[in-house]
């Protein structure tokens, strides 16, 4: 798996000295009262393990299953809620937890639902977060990294399911994309 990597990007300790200064505004930043953390299912698993056992507020946690990418490396631009019910967020302070924040469209879609569904304060928190024009207007209060636009893995983040159990964020060498790409997801 570590051979597929053609260069890792955020090393492990940088990323956990990160969280630390995260969870700690993430604490100081809300108002006292019930906080219900959506976790974005499946990317942003890992993440919220490692942050939300650096914060000292009682929370609850609820996940989220979207799906926007559909396998591929590019957005389809369409953002699918997979669950049958909704958790209840009606007059709850929400963080929502996500992976990346590439187009915006997942965040923007969920944060629209979260208003409709009664949810008083939504703040949200992404480990990385794609220096690029955003095809949806999205606020996002925590960032971890700012990425170039490129694809990466690993730190709960997949390519075709792979990869989300690397303990960095890297980039695939192309010619393993090409091969997995070409095989349907099945190699690796
Ligand atoms: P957005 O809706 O902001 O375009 O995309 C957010 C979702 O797309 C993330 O939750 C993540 O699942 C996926 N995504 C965006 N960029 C990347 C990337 O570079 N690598 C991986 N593995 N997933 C990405
Ligand atoms: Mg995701």
């Known amino acids: 798996m570590r051979n ?3 260069r890792v990007l955020i090393d492990e300790a940088v990323i956990q000295r990160r969280l630390d200064a995260m969870a700690a505004a993430i604490d100081r930043d809300f108002p006292p009262g019930p906080l219900v953390v959506i976790i974005l299912l499946k990317g942003a698993l890992v993440f919220a393990a490692d942050l939300l056992r650096r914060v000292g507020r009682p929370i609850a946690i609820e996940c989220l299953n979207v799906a926007s990418y559909h396998g591929a ?3 389809s631009g369409k953002v699918d809620f997979l669950d049958c019910q909704f958790p209840e967020v ?3 302070q929400v963080l929502l937890l996500d992976d990346i924040l590439d187009t915006g469209r997942t965040l ?3 944060i629209e639902r979260l208003r409709q569904e009664g949810a008083v304060r939504v703040r949200s928190a992404v480990l990385l977060a794609k220096d690029k024009p955003r095809a949806a207007a999205v606020s996002v209060e925590y960032v971890g990294f700012e990425i170039g636009d490129e ?3 690993g730190y709960g983040l997949d390519y075709l399911g792979h ?3 690397l303990p960095f964020v890297g980039v695939l060498k192309a010619a393993v ?3 997995m790409g070409a095989a349907g997801g099945m190699a690796g």
Do not use: K, P
């Open 163 to 165: 990869y989300r159990n």
């Open 90 to 92: 009606r007059g709850r």
């Open 151 to 153: 694809f990466v893995v």
């Open 177 to 179: 994309v090409a091969r």
């Open 108 to 110: 923007h879609a969920v």
């Open 4 to 6: 597929d990597i053609e």
């Open 73 to 75: 490396t590019a957005s």
